[in-house]
């Protein structure tokens, strides 16, 4: 069983800077891909970024994409989810999740398809 624990999201302005980070233990998760999501009021859940076990592949949707930078340190049990030129529309619960992919670097963008999830942490961006 592998638990997950995000921190790092809080209130912030328009075009500012955040980093959350998620801390990983249990289970087999190095060998695992590693995703952040993000669930705004009223919306889908919907992926923001994923990452394979050796970090040679990464995701990022489009809205994300060239703002956001997704990172892991096996050794030192943590996943990263460094966030720049932050906007309105980024506001959302953010979780981190993680899915047993035995060393495979196939990439996974369904929410449906993550086993493990910790439980979100808030971020906000005013304007």
């Known amino acids: 069983q592998v638990q997950l624990v995000e921190s790092g999201g809080r209130l912030v302005q328009t075009g500012d800077s955040l980093r959350l980070s998620c801390t990983a233990s249990g289970g087999t998760w190095r060998s695992n891909i590693m995703a952040w999501f993000r669930q705004a009021p009223g919306k889908e859940r919907a992926i923001v970024a994923a990452?394979?076990?050796?970090?040679?592949?990464?995701h990022y949707s489009d809205s994300v994409k060239g703002r956001f930078s997704v990172s892991r340190d096996n050794a030192k049990n943590t996943v990263a989810l460094q966030m720049n030129s932050l906007k309105p529309e980024d506001t959302a619960v953010y979780y981190c999740?993680?899915?047993?992919?035995?060393?495979?670097?196939?990439?996974?963008?369904?929410?449906?398809?993550?086993?493990?999830w910790g439980q979100g942490t808030q971020v906000t961006v005013s304007s």
């Open positions: 999740t993680s899915k047993p992919t035995y060393y495979s670097d196939r990439i996974y963008s369904e929410s449906s398809s993550y086993n493990y």
């Open positions: 990452i394979s076990w050796d970090s040679s592949v990464k």
